[in-house]
């Protein structure tokens, strides 16, 4: 449980930095997406238990700060858990395929991270774009927006990586074991 929580508690400050982040940027017309640091770090590195609850945990708390659109009633109930399914499936991917990949030095959870951001961006996209009435001249906007996104992730992701590590020693949380 105490993994649980601390795990979380990086998750908002994560969310709250990337969310003050966005604001600061919405003059020039750039939002961040860095979904995949909500995933990567507990499906490589924890059990499964806790690392799926803490990953539920952000999916909810990014589903409860996404905006939607009030003219459109019949779409706030498909899009009102999104992210924790999405970030439920990305989990359970990552898991899974956790003892193939290489998972224990930065450099490697980077690329993960950066992926896993690129394919939850892919699978998100099309969802958040059933809500634009013109979808198609959103797409160039979008792709600014995942490179952009895709950059900023590959910067912080090592950070954000050894406050997660630290975070968790601090509590006194002892470190998973795998062969």
Request: with cysteine.
């Amino acid at each position: 449980m105490r993994r649980t929580l601390v795990l979380f508690v990086t998750l908002v400050v994560l969310w709250a930095i990337v969310a003050q982040l966005n604001h600061a940027l919405t003059d020039l017309r750039v939002y961040l997406t860095v979904s995949s640091l909500f995933v990567v770090y507990a499906a490589l590195t924890q059990p499964l238990r806790s690392g799926l609850a803490a990953t539920l945990l952000g999916g909810l708390l990014c589903d409860a700060h996404m905006p939607i659109a009030p003219e459109l009633p019949p779409l706030t109930f498909s899009l009102a858990h999104v992210h924790l399914l999405l970030f439920a499936a990305a989990h359970a991917t990552l898991y899974h395929i956790r003892d193939r990949v290489p998972r224990d030095d930065t450099t490697s959870r980077v690329v993960i991270a950066v992926l896993a951001n690129l394919a939850l961006f892919l699978v998100f996209s099309p969802i958040e774009m059933s809500v634009h009435s013109t979808p198609s001249s959103a797409w160039p906007r979008l792709l600014h927006d995942l490179v952009w996104s895709q950059v900023f992730l590959a910067v912080i992701a090592p950070w954000f990586f050894a406050l997660q590590t630290h975070a968790l020693a601090l509590a006194h949380v002892p470190q998973e074991q795998h062969a």
